[in-house]
């Protein structure tokens, strides 16, 4: 399999990309549950916290769709990376509920923007052939940084905690906090990355295309995958710190050190999608991807020992992190150009709304059926997402798009 190089454009948006991440998953993902547990929060609270982020992620999506059409994508994504580190550093001012509450959906509101703005970046920067290629190197440059700083995150707490004694013990809510500071410095250093990258604006409407209106029952359509893989995520994505934590009491760096497994099995797995949506075809990679998460599901949900626990976890992570890279150019090819923004509103809405929904359940699930129960129900859930992506890409076929020279210098 041939490896284009990457243009100069395209490699600061992977850097872009990798910096946001590691702030978010790399850092404060491994350590989040347990700051909230060293102020005394509970599962439920947990659980409804995460819930706000989805409800910010969910009520910005459509407004980050305009702002996009107003202002480009880089622009956007600028805003939303300094959202981000705001709401990091807000996390540890205060410990009431509340403040907790709307800190977590500013930060929902941060990386749903994040999230939105980027497909139609990739857009901007190749042509629709190498769209799969560019979002498959995307999810590799992310999943190799947060590989690194995963165990890094575990870690950081105790390392801080030595440095500064005052912060309290590896443990203690000083410490987390300290470790929240840190992870906000990422997003700010995405900054540079994104300044070096040319302005985006949205494409302009001819005669012909404005009398097109939108079409709004396939972006609904299309967006139904990601409502039913949004529940899957709220019933798994919340709980594997404390899954691990819980059913087989390790530490935080010995969870952070799987979390690193868990990226390492994303960025293998995200290696082969472009070769393999190329053999079988772009929905029949992604139905199949599918598949094979909810049996990695299943797998999961028998806990069958530690060792084989986290070989089940690595295979559950990095076989559903191949949603993106597959979806996303499937979404950019079902409507028209016009409208890369608003789809990646929708779809991005419709994940958060699943979320949201499924997070009002989920926490009291954990209490009164255990772990097993929920990883069950997301392998379901998975499943389902995998068959209607199916029968939907099949049914609507891609938009023709005006053609669009791309230059890249270089390669990709």
């Keep these: 399999m041939r490896i284009p190089h990457l243009s100069r454009n395209v490699a600061l948006f992977l850097l872009a990309s990798a910096l946001i991440d590691v702030g978010v998953f790399g850092i404060m993902d491994v350590l989040l549950n347990f700051f909230y547990r ?8 947990i659980s409804v916290l995460q819930g706000a982020q989805r409800i910010g992620g969910l009520l910005f999506s459509l ?11 880089r622009r956007t994504l600028i805003i939303a990376a300094v959202i981000i580190a705001l709401a990091l550093v807000g996390m540890t001012i205060g410990s009431d509920f509340g403040w907790q509450y709307g800190v977590r959906a500013l930060l929902g509101a941060g990386y749903s923007t994040v999230y939105i703005a980027m497909i139609p970046m990739v857009a901007t920067l190749v042509g629709r052939e190498q769209y799969t290629t560019v979002f498959s190197y995307q999810f590799i440059a992310v999943a190799l ?3 690194i700083t995963n165990s890094i995150g575990g870690s950081l707490p105790g390392a801080l905690a030595s440095l500064f004694p005052t912060l309290g013990g590896a443990e203690s809510t000083g410490a987390y906090a300290g470790s929240l500071w840190v992870a906000a410095v990422f997003p700010l250093l995405c900054l540079i990355p994104l300044a070096l990258l040319p302005d985006t604006k949205a494409p302009v409407t001819t005669p012909a295309q404005a009398r ?11 967006s139904l995958p990601m409502f039913i893989f949004g529940l899957s995520a709220g019933m798994s994505l919340p709980y594997y710190n404390l899954f691990f934590r819980d059913t087989f009491a390790l530490s935080d760096a010995m969870i952070g050190n799987i979390f690193t497994l868990g990226a390492v099995a994303m960025l293998a797995i995200t290696l082969i999608v472009p070769y393999t949506a190329r053999r079988v075809g772009q929905v029949s990679a992604l139905a199949l991807a599918m598949f094979a998460t909810g049996a990695a599901f299943l797998l999961l949900s028998l806990t069958p020992g530690i060792e084989l626990t986290v070989v089940f976890y690595m295979l559950a992570l990095g076989l559903r992190n191949t949603m993106t890279p597959l979806y996303s150019p499937l979404l950019l090819d079902r409507v028209d150009e016009r409208h890369h923004g608003l789809i990646s509103s929708v779809s991005t809405g419709a994940w958060s ?11 009291g699930w954990v209490q009164q059926f255990g772990y097993p129960f929920l990883f069950q129900l997301t392998a379901l859930t998975t499943l389902v997402t995998g068959a209607l992506a199916l029968v939907i890409f099949r049914a609507l076929r891609p938009v023709v798009q005006e053609v669009k020279v791309v230059v890249q210098p270089g390669g990709v």
């Design 212 to 222: 097109i209106g939108v079409p709004w029952g396939n972006i609904l359509i299309i």
């Design 38 to 45: 060293s102020i005394d929060f509970n599962l439920e609270a």
């Design 63 to 73: 407004p980050a769709g305009l702002l996009i059409a107003r202002l480009g994508a």
């Design 353 to 363: 709304l699943g979320f949201l929904v499924i997070t009002f359940f989920s926490g």
């Design 145 to 147: 940084a947060v590989a």
